[in-house]
């Protein structure tokens, strides 16, 4: 009976941890422990790298997307070709303006709003977007970003 009880909560415990860690995602670009209200839907990709990461807001669908692409080019040249490439797919997307560093643009489509940051330090660059009901529920969820490069992510 002891041995049962003692693998029971061996086994809560480690449950437990797990479930914890589930809750932190940690990149070479930046880490973050979601709060109980937002889930990582999928893995972070990453090769050679390069990474993306997806978090999803389980309340009211707010989605924020943080890509570190390790290439040499400038946030200016990043933000002009996505929004470009956002333009010529149907996607209203303003023109870049830079702000504190970084360039950005907000987009619409379909009635779905959202905002992009790009950010560069010469050797890797980063494209930060949220998109959902409530641009301030993704703002809000990147305050807990811990930033390894100010260049590449803003602090909100």
Request: aromatic content about 6%.
């Amino acid at each position: 009976m002891k041995n049962i009880l003692g693998l029971v909560l061996t086994a809560a415990l480690t449950l437990c941890a797990t479930l914890a860690l589930a809750n932190e995602v940690k990149t070479p670009h930046f880490s973050i422990t979601l709060p109980a209200d937002w889930t990582q839907p999928n893995e972070i990709i990453s090769q050679q790298g390069s990474s993306v990461a997806l978090f999803q807001n389980t309340t009211d669908g707010t989605a924020v997307t943080v890509t570190v692409v390790d290439t040499p080019m400038s946030a200016r040249d990043v933000a002009e070709q996505t929004v470009k490439g956002m333009q010529s797919g149907g996607i209203a997307a303003s023109a870049p303006h830079e702000e504190n560093g970084f360039y950005v643009s907000s987009f619409e489509q379909d009635g779905a709003k959202g905002i992009s940051y790009f950010g560069s330090n010469g050797k890797t660059f980063a494209v930060t977007s949220i998109v959902g009901p409530d641009l301030n529920t993704g703002k809000n969820l990147l305050k807990n970003l811990k930033i390894t490069d100010a260049k590449l992510i803003p602090a909100f």
